[in-house]
Structures are given as structure tokens and as C-alpha cells.
């Protein structure tokens, strides 16, 4: 086992698609770039099989397709869950960039005659939807990354950050195969890890079988925070449909298309019960779709029949876009659109944003900097990016920024110590017990946890219950034992997964109203109180403590 | 547990142990030279990377019963 000393203007831990845009926005600004990934680049990441949908406002038509409407959904559909300064200088004002970059890289939004293909749901006034073939989006960032030059590290975990006089100055990793340590020294570092999607049980068995990508376990969100780093929007437990055994994205293709929920008594429950009807937002469609359940009104379809054979056409052909496999799936359980409604549930939880506009994770200012000198953030590991949209702008944004706050530091911060022996000994500590737990078993528990008492029905007692039991499974922590490699960044995984359960507990236990339902939902102040709440809770590390205070947002 | 690999067709290139973003594929040796093998089924999130990267299209995705009845 080899450790490896690097230099680097930014570093960017997480490849995925706001890793690589980020990178990106680094290297074209002038920064020398290491990007690490626990996968490679060309795959890892949420979109890594594909995606087909791209949030923008386009200056089609003068009364909702401008920057202007597009900041008056974000107010409306976010309820206070963002600041509107920062999400028109993340997204706004790098959008016309991004359109521009993704054709540059050989992946326009466009259809092949040049125009772009628009759909609409979740509370859009518009078509803000760009319905585009992004198969080959990532392999095609991969190579763009790295024929800017940038240092790309594979299959590299990275587990910790490394500071210096407050400020964040690069990190540390190993390589998931060779066990290679590698001791990163940079200027300004990104963190673009993604949310955390293996925190709660999950309804189809296997906790794997995830909506988003099962190897996001907010890792990076758990090193700023222990480096110093503000998080927020840490209460909302995001929550999806899904077709029934599979986990797969691609239900918004068929909203937008038009598709219709139904439910077992064969009422269309959407249409009757929101005035936005299938195309509410998607908070509104989760929460109606567990009121049914508890009624009793279940199973839950989702009904394409009446569609137009030339918008089933478009449908079947596009399907495969967001998950590649989900035409194979629908096609060996016997699914047939044109002739029978698909059933769905509820997805799993999530740590994530609570709307398609606004984030949860680290918090980041207009200038995609978190509340640590040197530290930057972009993508579903931050407060204000979200989706696919929010990935592609705002981790350009996060790259730029790096590069600027790298490239004006008179002088490099000093040369960090060797790599100590000890300190690589702490993360391999797993692969040394003898005795102790497979993580999978601490995990699996601790996903009952959330589930039973953080979910999506949340009270006073029942959450403080939750804080108790996760503190007992946390001494659990330094007991997990791993056999290989794998099981080994595994054990990392666990740990960040049980830290986040915590932050998200602690915030559900503070904002003592609800909000988004059921995303942060407490049976115990069950009204959304917009005169004290519409604002971010903001937790902080103070010792061993997490704290949290409220910071306000102004709505319109 | 998706994804199969026909090994009549593959030709051990170890595409898919590199590009699988959960470490799930590895490479292992038989009289033929590399293959693939499924080390971790359980954790594969059937993103589908295996299959559009295989030069020699020797991927196939099957769902388990789990999958496919509940």
C-alpha cells in the first residue's frame, strides 16, 4: 500500500454530474484540477445511466418562460425553503451557459431538428421541462474533464478534509482496490457528493433498490460539517412515486406526457383532490398518495391509456432515457402503457432537497462558497442546487468560484505533514477487527430507526426517540469490521448515512411546525406556520454538538 | 441478479468492472483469459452503464422475482 502526496489549485470530491461540471468550471478558468470519485467519472454519480430532463425558463413566451416567472415558481413551490438572491446567481445567471456548454460537449437539450421538446408538472405555470436524450451525458463529461487535463482519481474514496488555520485545504482518500492512500493539497476544495439515499427503509426490500443513486451517502456533507461547515434544509425527508418493484426514475416523462394516478377504486385522486390536479407538486402528489393508502384506497396506478399513440410513441422510444433499464423492466413484469394503468408506491426517504428548486446539505452563498474559507459546494449536496438543472449550472458555478478563491491566494498554504501512519490507520481500522458487525447490519437498523421515528409522520416524542436510539447505534460505529476493500469504504458509507440520520433528526425536532408535507411533516404542529417558519434551520457543530438556529427567507 | 454476461460473446475487456458505479462487477480469471462475475448482486442498482458500455454487447439485464412479483 502506496500514499500519495498531490498538489492542486481545486479539488473536487464526487464525479458525478455536478463534479464534472464543476471541474469544468475550474479547469476552464484556469485552475489546475483533481477530481475523485468513488466510481469513475464516466458513470458514477445519479445520472450515470442516463437522464432525460432539464429544468429551464427559455424567453419563449413573455408571461412564464422568463427569469422573472421562473424566480416567482421558485417562491411559490419552496415556500421559504430557499433564498431567491442565491438560486438567480447558481442557476439563473449560468443558465444560458450551461445549454450552451452541454451542446458544446456534443449533448444538446435540443431534439435532432433543433428544437427542444418541453413538458410540465409539478407546479410549473409552463413547460419548464426539456424532455432530451442524456444516455451518453456522462461518458461525454468524462471525456471533456479530462481533456481539459484535469487529475482524475477513480474509484478513489474520499474520507476526510484536511485544514489549516480554519480553512479547508484539500482532503484525504483511498483507493477502492489498491488500498493506496491519497493525500490531496489544494487551494480551494468542492464538495459534490450528492444527498444520502440508503437512510431509510426501503419499501421494495433491498436497500439498494433506490430511486437515486444507492452510493450517495453524504459523505462529503459529513466532512464539511466536521471541518466547520454550515448544513441546511436537513429536516425534509424527500420522498418519490415509483413503479411498484423498481426504484427507477422516468415517472416524470409520464406526468409531463400527461399521465394520470389513480387509485384502486378507480378514482383519479389528483384530479379530485388538488386544484393543480397530476401536475401539482411533487410534495402534493407524495402526500396524496399516502392519504390514499391509509384510507384504504390503494393499490396506486399510474394510468397513460388515453394518451395519443403519437405521445405513447415518443414515450416508449424516451423511457429508457432516465433509467436505461426501465424498458426491460416494464417489458419482463408485462406492463403495457396503451393497455393498463402501472402500479406505483411511495418511494423510499431521502435526504434531500425539498422541492426540484431548492436543496438540503451544505450551505452555500450567492457565490457557491459554504461557511468555510476554501470550501465550495454544487450540486444535491448543497442548499441551494437541486436536479439535474441545478447540478449543470450551479457546479460550474462552484468550479469557477474554486478557481477564482485558488487563483487569488498570494501564496500556497503551507506544506501540509506526511500522510501519518496512524491517520491511515484510523480508516482502515475495519479491515483489522476480528470480531465486530457487518455495516450492513448497523445500517440496517438504523434505517428502521428513521423510518419508524423520522419518517414521513414525525412528533416530539417519537423523534426524540429516534435521537436516543441513533446515539446508541453510533457507539456501534467503531465496532464494524470489513473483510475487504469494498466492505471497507462500506463502513465508511455507514457511518456518514448515520450522521446525516442525526443532523436530519435534530433539525425535524426543531422546526415545530410542518412544512411541504410530507417531507417535514409533524403531527404535532400539523399547519405550515409561514409567519415564524418560512426560513432555513441552520445547523452547526459546537464540540461534540450539532446546533441549530433559523435563519429567515424573504417570499414574495 | 441483472446484469448476465454471455461469455461465449465477451471478450474480457474489464469495461464494466471499471465503469460500475458501485463497485459491484470484478474481473476474475478462467481458462478463457479475464471474465466478468457479479462479486456484490445485491448492491446493483441496475443503472443499465454495463450494458451501454459492453463493446461486444455480451450484457443482458434480468430482474430478479423479488423485483418482478411484489
Same mark, same amino acid.
Given at each position: 500500500m502506496d500514499i500519495h502526496e498531490l498538489t492542486t489549485d481545486v479539488l473536487i470530491v464526487g464525479g458525478g454530474l455536478a463534479g464534472t461540471n464543476a471541474a469544468m468550471g475550474a479547469a476552464e478558468n484556469g485552475a489546475d484540477v483533481v477530481i475523485a470519485d468513488k466510481g469513475a467519472i464516466e458513470r458514477s454519480g445519479d445520472i450515470g445511466g442516463g437522464v432525460d430532463h432539464f429544468m429551464a425558463f427559455l424567453n419563449q413566451d413573455p408571461e412564464w418562460d422568463t427569469r422573472e416567472a421562473f424566480l416567482g415558481y421558485v417562491d411559490k413551490v419552496g415556500r421559504g425553503t430557499g433564498h431567491l438572491d442565491i438560486i438567480e446567481s447558481v442557476y439563473c445567471a449560468e443558465l444560458n451557459a450551461a445549454i450552451e456548454r452541454m451542446a458544446r460537449i456534443g449533448n444538446p437539450l435540443t431534439q435532432p431538428d433543433g428544437t427542444f421538446y418541453r413538458t410540465r408538472s409539478m407546479g410549473q405555470p409552463g413547460t419548464y421541462w426539456i424532455n432530451f436524450n442524456g444516455k451518453r451525458l456522462k461518458p461525454r463529461l468524462g471525456?471533456?474533464?479530462?481533456?481539459?487535463?484535469?487529475?482524475?482519481?477513480?474509484?478513489? $474514496?474520499?474520507?476526510? #478534509? !484536511?485544514?489549516?488555520?480554519? *480553512?479547508?485545504? =484539500?482532503?484525504?482518500?483511498?483507493?477502492?482496490?489498491? &488500498?493506496?492512500?491519497?493525500?490531496?493539497?489544494?487551494?480551494?476544495?468542492?464538495?459534490?457528493?450528492?444527498?444520502?439515499?440508503?437512510?431509510?427503509?426501503?419499501?421494495?426490500?433491498?436497500?439498494?433498490?433506490?430511486?437515486?443513486?444507492?452510493?450517495?451517502?453524504?459523505?462529503?456533507?459529513?466532512?464539511?460539517?466536521?471541518?466547520?461547515?454550515?448544513?441546511?434544509?436537513?429536516?425534509? $425527508?424527500?420522498?418519490? #412515486? !415509483?413503479?411498484?418493484?423498481? *426504484?427507477?426514475? =422516468?415517472?416524470?416523462?409520464?406526468?409531463?406526457?400527461? &399521465?394520470?394516478?389513480?387509485?384502486?377504486?378507480?378514482?383519479?385522486?389528483?384530479?379530485?383532490?388538488?386544484?393543480?390536479?397530476?401536475?401539482?407538486?411533487?410534495?402534493?402528489?407524495?402526500?396524496?398518495?399516502?392519504?390514499?393508502?391509509?384510507?384504504?384506497?390503494?393499490?396506486?396506478?399510474?394510468?397513460?391509456?388515453?394518451?395519443?399513440?403519437?405521445?405513447?410513441?415518443?414515450?416508449?422510444?424516451?423511457?429508457?432515457?432516465?433509467?436505461?433499464?426501465?424498458?426491460?423492466?416494464?417489458?419482463?413484469?408485462g406492463e403495457n402503457l396503451r393497455t393498463n394503468p402501472v402500479e406505483i408506491t411511495v418511494s423510499e426517504g431521502m435526504q434531500a432537497g425539498p422541492t426540484e428548486v431548492t436543496g438540503s446539505g451544505i450551505k452555500i452563498d450567492r457565490e457557491s462558497a459554504s461557511t468555510v474559507p476554501g470550501l465550495f459546494a454544487c450540486g444535491d449536496a448543497c442548499d441551494h442546487n437541486r436536479c439535474v438543472h441545478g447540478a449543470v449550472a450551479g457546479g460550474y458555478k462552484a468550479g469557477k468560484s474554486a478557481a477564482a478563491h485558488a487563483l487569488g491566494m498570494k501564496a500556497s498554504p503551507e506544506a501540509p505533514d506526511a500522510v501519518a501512519r496512524e491517520e491511515v490507520d484510523r480508516f482502515m481500522a475495519p479491515m483489522g477487527r476480528s470480531t465486530g458487525y457487518p455495516q450492513r447490519q448497523i445500517e440496517d437498523a438504523l434505517r428502521k430507526i428513521m423510518a419508524e421515528h423520522v419518517g414521513p409522520m414525525r412528533s416530539e416524542n417519537g423523534i426524540q426517540m429516534g435521537i436516543r436510539k441513533l446515539k446508541r447505534l453510533e457507539g456501534s460505529l467503531d465496532q464494524m469490521k470489513a473483510t475487504d476493500l469494498h466492505e471497507l469504504m462500506r463502513t465508511h458509507e455507514t457511518r456518514s448515512l448515520l450522521l446525516i440520520g442525526q443532523m436530519m433528526a435534530t433539525a425535524a425536532l426543531y422546526r415545530t411546525e410542518s412544512r411541504n408535507k410530507p417531507y417535514h411533516h409533524r403531527l404535532d404542529y400539523p399547519e405550515t406556520d409561514q409567519e415564524n417558519w418560512s426560513g432555513l434551520v441552520v445547523l452547526r457543530k459546537e464540540g461534540e454538538r450539532i446546533v441549530c438556529e433559523f435563519e429567515p427567507v424573504s417570499t414574495r | 441478479m441483472p446484469p448476465v454476461f454471455d461469455y461465449e460473446k465477451c471478450i474480457g475487456c474489464g469495461t464494466c468492472e471499471e465503469l460500475c458505479p458501485g463497485d459491484v462487477i470484478y474481473m476474475k480469471q478462467s481458462d478463457d483469459g479475464p471474465e466478468p462475475y457479479l462479486r456484490y448482486p445485491d448492491e446493483c442498482w441496475h443503472c443499465g452503464s454495463c450494458r451501454q458500455d459492453c463493446p461486444e454487447e455480451a450484457v443482458t439485464i434480468l430482474f430478479p422475482p423479488d423485483m418482478l412479483s411484489i
Open positions: 471525456k471533456a474533464v479530462r481533456d481539459l487535463g484535469c487529475r482524475v482519481l477513480d474509484k478513489v $474514496m474520499m474520507v476526510d #478534509l !484536511l485544514t489549516r488555520d480554519g *480553512a479547508v485545504a =484539500g482532503g484525504i482518500g483511498f483507493h477502492i482496490r489498491s &488500498g493506496d492512500f491519497y493525500r490531496v493539497r489544494a487551494k480551494a476544495t468542492v464538495i459534490s457528493t450528492g444527498n444520502s439515499n440508503r437512510l431509510y427503509e426501503n419499501p421494495r426490500i433491498n436497500p439498494f433498490n433506490t430511486w437515486l443513486c444507492p452510493f450517495d451517502t453524504g459523505d462529503g456533507q459529513i466532512m464539511a460539517f466536521k471541518a466547520g461547515a454550515a448544513l441546511s434544509n436537513m429536516e425534509y $425527508m424527500r420522498m418519490t #412515486l !415509483l413503479p411498484k418493484g423498481f *426504484a427507477a426514475p =422516468g415517472f416524470n416523462a409520464l406526468v409531463g406526457m400527461g &399521465g394520470r394516478f389513480l387509485n384502486g377504486l378507480g378514482e383519479y385522486f389528483m384530479e379530485k383532490n388538488h386544484p393543480m390536479g397530476n401536475r401539482a407538486p411533487r410534495y402534493d402528489v407524495v402526500y396524496q398518495a399516502l392519504q390514499e393508502i391509509r384510507m384504504g384506497h390503494g393499490p396506486l396506478f399510474i394510468d397513460c391509456r388515453h394518451l395519443r399513440e403519437e405521445d405513447l410513441a415518443h414515450l416508449r422510444a424516451s423511457l429508457g432515457y432516465d433509467k436505461d433499464t426501465l424498458p426491460d423492466y416494464f417489458e419482463q413484469r | -
